[in-house]
C-alpha cells in the first residue's frame, strides 16, 4: 500500500462542550488538548481441561474517560466557567464533541454519549517560578464516541 | 430534494441523526431523509458541492421523490445489530 498522502496534524480540530448534548460551545480558543480515552472492551476468559488455549468471550464497551485542558480563565461563559458549571451542576453532566480535523463539511465528529465530570480541579498548581500559562485539565466519564460526518 | 440517511450524520446543533436500522422487531423502518436545505454552505453551489461530497462518503444518497421511499435494507457492514434498536440521540432536561 502507497504512502498516504492524507496524513494531519491536530492543528485544526474543534473541540466543543455541551450540558444536553444538543447545544454546543465551540472551546477550541481555550482548550489545548484532548485525550478520548481508552475505548476497552470488556472481555472474559476461562480455561477447560480439554483444550490449550482459554476460552474468549467479549463484553460490552467499557466505560471510558476523556481529559480535557483549557486555560484557565475568569470570563464569564469561558471554557473553565461553563466546565465548572457542569462540573458544580447536581449530575455533573457534560457531553464533548471533537472534529479533529475541523467542522469542515465532509469531515468527521466524535461525539462522546452522556458523561459525568469524574475530575475538576479548581485552579492550576500556582507557582511563582513559573512562566506558563495557567491550564486545567478535567475528565469526563462517558460510554464512548460515536464518529458522524458533518454535514 | 431529499437525501436519505445512510451513516450519521453531526448537525452544527442538536443531537447525532442516525440512518434507519432494520431489526428484527421492525424489519421495514422508515428511512431518515433530509432536506437539501439541511446541509452547509453560503452559496447553493458550495451546498452542491458539499453534498456530492457526503454522497461520494456514502453518508447519504439523493431520494427519487417521484418513486414511493424503499424500505431500508439490512445493514450488510453489521449484520449482527444491536438488540436494542439505534434511536436519534434526545437532549437531555436542563438540570
Known amino acids: ?151 | 430534494m431529499l437525501y436519505i440517511v445512510l451513516k450519521p450524520i453531526s448537525p452544527a446543533e442538536g443531537p447525532i441523526i442516525e440512518p434507519a436500522v432494520a431489526t428484527a422487531d421492525n424489519p421495514a423502518p422508515e428511512p431518515v431523509l433530509l432536506d437539501a436545505a439541511f446541509f452547509s454552505g453560503e452559496t447553493d453551489e458550495e451546498r452542491a458541492a458539499n453534498i456530492q461530497r457526503l454522497i461520494e462518503q456514502g453518508v447519504i444518497a439523493p431520494v427519487d421523490e417521484a418513486a414511493p421511499a424503499a424500505p431500508v435494507a439490512p445493514d450488510v457492514a453489521n449484520p449482527d445489530p444491536p438488540a436494542v434498536p439505534r434511536r436519534v440521540a434526545q437532549p437531555e432536561p436542563q438540570e
Open chain 1, 1 to 151: 500500500m502507497a504512502q498516504t498522502t492524507l496524513a494531519t496534524s491536530s492543528r485544526n480540530a474543534v473541540v466543543e462542550i455541551s450540558t444536553d448534548g444538543s447545544t454546543w460551545t465551540d472551546i477550541s480558543g481555550y482548550a489545548q488538548s484532548v485525550s478520548p480515552g481508552d475505548g476497552t472492551r470488556l472481555t472474559g476468559t476461562a480455561h477447560t481441561f480439554d483444550g490449550n488455549g482459554p476460552i474468549i468471550v467479549a463484553g460490552k464497551l467499557d466505560a471510558q474517560e476523556s481529559t480535557v485542558a483549557i486555560t484557565y480563565t475568569e470570563d464569564t461563559n469561558g471554557a473553565y466557567d461553563r466546565a465548572k458549571n457542569a462540573f458544580d451542576s447536581a449530575n455533573s453532566t457534560l457531553y464533548l464533541r471533537v472534529a479533529p480535523n475541523g467542522s469542515t463539511s465532509g469531515n468527521f465528529r466524535f461525539t462522546s454519549t452522556k458523561g459525568v465530570v469524574t475530575q475538576f480541579p479548581a485552579f492550576h498548581e500556582l507557582d511563582a517560578s513559573s512562566g506558563d500559562v495557567q491550564m486545567v485539565e478535567f475528565t469526563v466519564q462517558h460510554g464512548g464516541w460515536t464518529k458522524a460526518a458533518i454535514p
